[in-house]
């Protein structure tokens, strides 16, 4: 068993910066992927972000390029989601979520086997 904890949302105005963490415990060996989602009331939850932890090649939505930056600190089992630029629009609960089998794109929520408690960002305009 993994479990990820978040933290690090908050309220901040747009243009502003946020940094989320996410570590994980327990069988950390075991995690190939970890990822960020997020989730904007009454909306789906929607691919923000993920890195391959043994490569650390990171993947990233359309909606947050060059604005978010996915990194990791595996000797703390740590993966950081850094926002910059932040708008209105990013206002959501983010969730970090890790995978354990392999897949080519790690895009989909269904690939992934753990899941945080979500940590809540708003953004103000």
């Known amino acids: 068993q993994v479990q990820l904890v978040e933290s690090g949302g908050g309220l901040v105005q747009a243009g502003g910066s946020l940094r989320l963490s996410c570590t994980a415990s327990?069988?950390?060996?075991?995690?190939?992927?970890t990822g960020w989602f997020r989730q904007a009331p009454g909306k789906e939850r929607k691919f923000v972000g993920a890195i391959r932890l043994s490569t650390t090649n990171t993947y990233s939505a359309d909606s947050v390029k060059g604005r978010f930056t996915v990194s990791t600190d595996n000797a703390k089992n740590t993966v950081y989601l850094q926002m910059n630029s932040l708008k209105p629009e990013d206002t959501a609960v983010y969730y970090c979520?890790?995978?354990?089998?392999?897949?080519?794109?790690?895009?989909?929520?269904?690939?992934?086997?753990?899941w945080g408690q979500g940590t809540q960002v708003t953004v103000s305009s």
């Open positions: 327990g069988r950390t060996s075991s995690l190939l992927v």
């Open positions: 979520a890790a995978q354990t089998r392999y897949y080519d794109e790690p895009f989909w929520s269904d690939y992934y086997d753990y």
